[in-house]
């Protein structure tokens, strides 16, 4: 698989695999020696960076990228994230970055994940109590002392972003992004090209919409968390579907499907933007890794701009509690 870089000299695989719905969200939950099957078969198919994070589980994904990976720690890289309040292993659902928080938990991350230094540490959510500057000198100290490589931030705005990296280069940004989530084209975009970050989009497939495989009549596990998002209300769903169309018609065109043109479509806007599509399958996680391979010429960019613009996505991509967490 081809490779880019992530802020100075952060080199990943051109597609990463986000860990998440391995431990929690999408459910019913997958077998954890299924699981650790599929992190090798990534590793073995060229993926070489990999997405967990503290709240996930809580910590049962870290321990579990961290079991998995451990044969081929030399060769891969792993981001995790800090930011959240826990109750012993449960998560409060409260922020916390306050510096002694985040070397505690960094700490146990290290732990959990099995090694000596953090490749590349995110901030979870900005958390509006502590100053980023905080955050920043936190992370920086940690570099210092050789637990972390990099530091990220996810779903920080434009100000937050300016005065993290002002204390410690940024390496990467995390946040939404997709044909029918283009929200960061505005003002992150263009920021993190000034500044020299790279961006790491997550849920690059619409969790899972982009895929055709949803429809208005699909139907949820009851705590799969999609049903509290108002995008996957079954009336936006309907709605939003004319975007499943646009990458259908690309898709039939180039031999590909509708997540291979997504995930296509995300990697052409710039070279420095590395995708992090989730999943538990591995036919999927083959399909996902070939879209690297699917190009997207100029015109049919250009047919994809067109089309999409005439498309306004229905519902708002998180519930009401989470809209809050994200930094403006």
């Known amino acids: 698989m081809q490779t880019r870089t992530l802020g100075a000299n952060l080199e990943v695989s051109a597609l990463g695999l986000g860990c998440m719905g391995m431990s929690q969200s999408y459910l019913p939950l997958p077998d954890k020696k299924e699981m650790i099957g599929l992190l090798r078969t990534a590793v073995e198919r060229g993926v070489t960076f990999f997405d967990t994070a503290q709240i996930y589980g809580p910590f049962k994904n870290e321990k579990l990228v961290g079991e998995a990976l451990a044969p081929v720690r030399g060769h891969v890289v792993i981001a ?18 306050r510096p002694e928080h985040i070397r505690q938990t960094v700490a146990e991350s290290l732990n959990r994940l099995g090694v000596e230094t953090i490749d590349l540490l995110y901030q979870h959510r900005v958390d509006p109590n502590v100053p980023i500057e905080d955050v920043a000198g936190t992370v920086k100290d940690l570099i210092k ?65 982009l895929t055709g495989k949803i429809d208005e009549s699909t139907t949820f596990e009851s705590s799969d968390f999609r049903t509290t998002v108002p995008r996957f209300d079954a009336d936006a769903r309907k709605a939003n579907r004319a975007f499943v169309d646009l990458l ?38 083959d399909e996902n ?12 960019l250009g047919e994809m701009e067109s089309a999409a613009s005439r498309i306004t996505a229905e519902g708002e991509r998180y519930s009401e509690a989470n809209q809050r967490m994200i930094d403006r």
Do not use: C, M
């Not at 890794?289 to 100029?298: G, M, N, R």
């Open 289 to 300: 890794i070939a879209s690297t391979d699917v190009e997207l010429t100029p015109d049919e």
């Open 80 to 97: 995790t994230k800090f930011g959240f309040e826990f109750d012993g292993d449960k998560a409060t659902g409260g922020l916390n970055s």
């Open 145 to 209: 002392e050789g637990k972390v490589r990099h530091f990220g931030l996810s779903e920080a705005g434009v100000q937050t972003i300016r005065r993290a990296h002002a204390v410690q280069p940024v390496t990467a940004l995390q946040s939404e992004y997709s044909l029918w989530w283009r929200e960061p084209e505005a003002e992150i975009l263009p920021t993190l090209e000034e500044l020299g970050i790279g961006f790491v989009p997550f849920s690059p497939l619409g969790k899972g919409f």
């Open 248 to 285: 259908s018609d690309v898709a039939e065109r180039k031999n590909a499907t509708p997540a291979q043109v997504a995930l296509a479509w995300v990697l052409a806007q710039d070279p420095w933007i590395v995708p992090i599509p989730g999943t538990t399958k591995p036919h999927r996680l």
